[in-house]
């Protein structure tokens, strides 16, 4: 301990930042409300990113005392650093409120622009220190994501902690292959098996594990600031492949759709329940996320649905609120979604 002590001497005055990510499903959320709800006794500020029109990431987090504050929609590689400078700037003018800050990416996030915005901004940078990127791996999904998806591929590649989650979906081989896939693309990161993200917060937090020499052997050109990708509005995060001069290879998915539908009012679970366990099983291949805050006939409470691919989770939570207009809201991630089918099928179940 007393050499990393030592270590951070210089940099103890600068705000530790944690970067979250992990693909879409993988289990972020989960570790940030374990983070946010265990005895930590420290104040954080929360950063969240989210792909779709509709934020309901946003409303998924714990209520905390802590306050979230969302980047926008849109291009990652691109608008996200402009975003996060904002915020970060905004928040330092408020120093002393906080004592991290976590960043929770979303799942098509390339971690590479989020990192680098603590370094390549003069006042960020002054301010904070990236004390680690913590990518979250699904250990079911994680090696077909590898194959199609190299955003995957970046996140395990640019981690200083692992974790492993999911780990109650798969056997003991399969755990074991994943781990071998991993270990392939980055031998240095500490690995933390977890189911639904339970690993010790000490883990995650405080571990002063970003490694700038390993990412610019990863990554060259990591530290020069490329300014025709920077502060630009892109109003769509699709279809174009980015050359910057780097190691990897930074593109998004054309083909893949935010799909966001909305009830204004309620729905039946009669008739919801099985319509949206045919989704799953009809579209569930296609689907690589899905969420949804819905509001059930003669319920208080609201019901959450959490999808990825044909496995869904569902369960009622808080009451809604007073002020709260009750509605239903359903958002799909993923590709040739059929969205007349989807939009006719949830209208079917309003109340
Ligand atoms: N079976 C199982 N399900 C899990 C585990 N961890 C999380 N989940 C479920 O997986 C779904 C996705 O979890 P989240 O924490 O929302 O994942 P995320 O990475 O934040 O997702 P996005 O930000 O939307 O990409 C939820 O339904 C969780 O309840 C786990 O270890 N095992």
């Given amino acids: 301990m007393a050499d990393t002590i030592a270590s ?5 005055d600068k705000i530790p930042v944690t970067v979250l ?20 006794g420290q104040r954080f500020a929360v950063i969240v990113n989210e792909f779709g029109e509709i934020g309901i990431d946003n409303d998924l987090i714990v209520d905390a005392d802590e306050e979230v504050f969302e980047m926008n929609n849109g ?42 915005t603590f370094f390549v901004d003069q006042d960020v ?9 913590v ?13 199609d998806a190299p955003e995957a591929k970046n996140q395990i590649a640019f981690a ?47 571990r002063n594990a970003f490694d700038l020499d390993r990412i610019l052997d990863l990554e060259p050109a990591f530290l020069e600031v490329d300014e025709h990708d920077h502060d630009h509005d892109h109003d769509h995060h699709h279809g174009h492949d980015h050359h910057h001069d780097h190691g990897l290879k930074h593109y998004h998915d054309e083909t893949m759709q935010s799909l966001s539908l909305k009830i204004d009012g309620d729905v039946d679970p009669a008739k ?26 003669d319920e208080p409470r609201r019901f959450v649905l959490q999808g990825v691919h044909m496995i869904v989770d569902g369960d009622l939570q808080r ?17 040739h979604l059929n969205r007349d089918e989807l939009e006719k099928g949830f209208r079917a179940c309003a109340a």
């Fill in 272 to 297: 919801f329940m099985p319509w949206i366990d045919r989704i799953a099983q009809s579209e569930g291949p296609n689907l690589l996320r899905w969420k949804g805050i819905l509001a059930f006939k």
């Fill in 125 to 133: 940078a002054e301010k904070t220190r990236l004390d680690a990127v």
């Fill in 160 to 206: 200083d902690v692992i974790v492993l989650n999911k780990t109650d979906l798969v056997t003991a081989p399969e755990l074991h292959e994943v781990e071998m896939r991993i270990r392939a693309l980055n031998p240095y990161a500490k690995l933390h098996k977890a189911t639904r993200s339970n690993v010790a917060i000490a883990d995650v937090l405080g």
């Fill in 135 to 147: 990518t979250v791996a699904d250990a079911k999904w994680l090696k077909d994501r590898l194959k």
């Fill in 75 to 116: 291009c990652v590689c691109c608008t996200v650093r402009g975003d996060l400078i904002r915020i970060i700037d905004g928040l330092l003018k408020r120093k002393g409120k906080f004592d991290a800050i976590l960043v929770e990416t979303t799942g098509l996030a390339d971690p590479a622009p989020v990192a680098q």
């Fill in 319 to 335: 009451e809604w609120r007073p002020d709260e207009k009750r509605e239903s809201r359903l958002v799909f991630i993923g590709h």
């Fill in 8 to 12: 951070q001497d210089k940099t103890s």
């Fill in 21 to 40: 990510t992990g693909y879409l499903g993988a289990g972020k959320t989960t570790l940030l409300n374990r983070i946010l709800t265990e005895p930590h």
